[in-house]
Nanobody, 123 residues
Framework: QVQLVESGGGFVQAGGSLRVSCQAA????????MGWFRQAPGKEREFVAG???????LYSDSVKGRFTMSRDSAKNTVFLQMYTLKPEDTAVYYC?????????????????WGQGTQVTVSS
């Protein structure tokens, strides 16, 4: 019942920054925990960051201190601001949603997914 659309991906040099967005439609935004995942070629889709229904935000160790997740409830949108990007951050970034408390970190915990947006970081 929820449609998620990511945007904002692109090309950036190592050390640069980029912000990706995810807009949700078709559901009550406040009822969903939201997550960001990423998947590099040949790699498993991995958790990057997530925000609970109450606003608690968690990050994976690989991005902690460099990435910031935020939410604009009025626009039904979550963001992932990425700083000090590294080549290993190159991946398709996916937005996900699930109507449950807490901040799920597993791919199988999420029931709704966006189409992904490509982020490429050159060295």
């Amino acid at each position: 019942q929820v449609q998620l659309v990511e945007s904002g991906g692109g090309f950036v040099q190592a050390g640069g920054s980029l912000r990706v967005s995810c807009q949700a439609a078709g559901g009550t935004f406040s009822r969903y925990a939201m997550g960001w995942f990423r998947q590099a070629p040949g790699k498993e889709r991995e958790f990057v960051a997530g925000i609970s229904r109450s606003g608690v935000i968690l990050y994976s160790d690989s991005v902690k201190g460099r990435f910031t997740m935020s939410r604009d409830s009025a626009k039904n949108t979550v963001f992932l601001q990425m700083y000090t990007l590294k080549p290993e951050d190159t991946a398709v970034y996916y937005c996900a949603a699930v109507a449950q408390p807490g901040v799920p970190k597993r791919r199988q915990d999420y029931t709704y997914w966006g189409q992904g947006t490509q982020v490429t970081v050159s060295s």
